[in-house]
């Protein structure tokens, strides 16, 4: 068996990766953020646009990994025109995808708690 077949699941399974690892982060966020805004609207309904944005922020990071992971697939010829992805490169995207995908979960998490600050402040 030839191991260059294996340089396209990996590739595709980094791209799934980022985007789906950003995105649960993404989600944590915005619910944390959430659960924040809540309190400060029902108490004062005229700080809705405030709080919605700062609630919003951790939801960067789940665009990020989805961004990461068009790329990839544009690059690897999932999307367009299909080209050839050897073991090692297929290594790399998978590697790639696994750090974008971490740094987004933990980077919305932080980002959340930095939304929440800020939302408690209003």
């Known amino acids: 068996m030839d191991i260059n077949v294996l340089g396209m699941p990996l590739a595709v399974l980094g791209a799934a ?9 993404s989600a944590i966020g915005v619910g944390m953020g959430g ?11 005229g700080k809705f646009g405030k709080v919605l944005i700062l609630q919003l922020l951790p939801g960067t990071q789940g665009i990020y990994g989805l961004l990461i992971a068009f790329m990839t697939l544009s690059n690897i010829g999932v999307l367009g025109t299909p ?3 050897t073991f090692a490169q ?9 750090l974008m995908g971490v740094a987004g979960l933990i ?7 930095a939304s929440v600050s800020g939302i408690s402040l209003l």
Do not use: C, H, N
């Open 17 to 25: 990766l980022a985007a789906l690892l950003a995105g649960i982060g």
């Open 35 to 45: 659960q924040a805004a809540a309190g400060v609207v029902t108490e004062d309904p």
């Open 83 to 85: 080209k050839e992805v």
């Open 90 to 98: 297929g290594l790399m995207y998978l590697f790639a995808g696994i």
């Open 107 to 113: 980077s919305a998490k932080w980002q959340a708690r």
